[in-house]
C-alpha cells in the first residue's frame, strides 16, 4: 500500500512561533486532508487540499500532488494549537478508506 | 450542534465482557464508517457501513468484532468478549455519498 511519512513526530514551540508540518507520500493520493486532534481528543477536519494552496485564518496548506507531498503552515501559534496533526487521504479513486499517517506532536508553550 | 454523535466518551469493561459503541450520523448523512486509534498511532479503517448494509469490513478483526447500521437508530460497533488489546479509541465518521468524512468525538474504550 502506499506509504505515508510525516514529519517531525513531535515539535515543540513558543507561542507566537511560526511551523511547517510536512506529509510525504510514497504514490499518487486522493484528496489529501489535513486534521487536528485536539488534547481532548477531537478529531477536526482542517483543510480538505487535493492540490494547490488554502488558507484558513492563520493556518494554510500547500498539496503538490506531482511530487508526492503536503505541507500544513501555522503562524502565529497559539497554545490551542497544540494536539496531533493528521494526514490523511484515501489511497485509489473511488476508495473511502481514509489511510492516515502518524502525526506530528505539536506543543505551544507560552 | 448536528455533528456526529458518539456514546458512551468513555467505556470501562472486563475482560471477557461485551462492549456497544453507539454512533449517529451527522444529519443528512447515510455513510458510517468506524475507525480505531491505537495509543500514539493514527486512526486505522475498520469498517464502512450504508443502512442496512456492510459495504466494507476489510479493517475488522475477523473475531468478535461486528458492525450494523440498521434502518432506525444509530450504527452500533460491538466487541464481545474484550481483551486488553482492545483498548483504544473508537472513532465513527459520517459522510454524504462519500465526500469528505466528518468524525465524531470517539469512544475510549478501556478493558481491565
Known amino acids: 500500500g502506499i506509504q505515508v511519512e510525516q514529519s517531525p513526530p513531535d515539535l515543540i514551540l513558543q507561542e507566537g512561533a511560526n511551523s511547517t508540518l510536512r506529509c510525504n507520500f510514497s504514490?499518487?493520493?486522493?484528496?489529501l486532508q489535513w486534521f487536528h486532534q485536539n488534547p481532548w481528543g477531537q478529531l477536526i477536519n482542517l483543510f480538505y487540499?487535493?492540490?494547490g494552496t488554502k488558507q484558513n485564518g492563520r493556518l494554510s496548506a500547500t498539496t503538490v500532488a506531482t511530487e508526492r507531498y503536503s505541507l500544513l503552515y501555522i503562524s502565529s501559534s497559539q497554545t490551542t494549537d497544540s494536539g496531533v496533526y493528521f494526514c490523511?487521504?484515501?489511497?485509489?479513486?473511488?476508495?473511502?478508506?481514509?489511510?492516515f499517517g502518524k502525526g506530528t506532536k505539536l506543543s505551544v508553550i507560552p | 450542534n448536528a455533528g456526529v454523535m458518539q456514546n458512551p466518551r468513555h467505556l470501562v469493561r472486563r475482560r471477557g465482557q461485551e462492549a456497544r459503541l453507539r454512533c449517529s450520523p451527522m444529519?443528512?448523512?447515510?455513510?458510517v464508517y468506524w475507525y480505531r486509534q491505537l495509543p500514539e498511532e493514527g486512526l486505522k479503517f475498520m469498517v464502512y457501513?450504508?443502512?442496512?448494509?456492510?459495504?466494507?469490513e476489510s479493517g475488522m478483526p475477523k473475531e468478535r468484532f461486528s458492525a450494523e447500521f440498521p434502518k432506525e437508530g444509530p450504527s452500533i460497533l460491538r466487541i464481545q468478549q474484550v481483551v486488553r488489546g482492545d483498548s483504544a479509541a473508537y472513532f465513527c465518521?459520517?459522510?454524504?455519498?462519500?465526500?469528505?468524512?466528518?468524525f465524531g468525538p470517539g469512544t475510549r474504550l478501556l478493558v481491565l
Open positions: 465518521a459520517s459522510s454524504g455519498q462519500q465526500e469528505t468524512q466528518y
Open positions: 504514490d499518487s493520493v486522493n484528496n
Open positions: 487540499i487535493p492540490s
Open positions: 490523511a487521504f484515501f489511497s485509489g479513486a473511488g476508495s473511502y478508506q481514509l489511510t
Open positions: 444529519k443528512g448523512h447515510s455513510h
Open positions: 457501513l450504508q443502512k442496512e448494509n456492510i459495504i466494507d
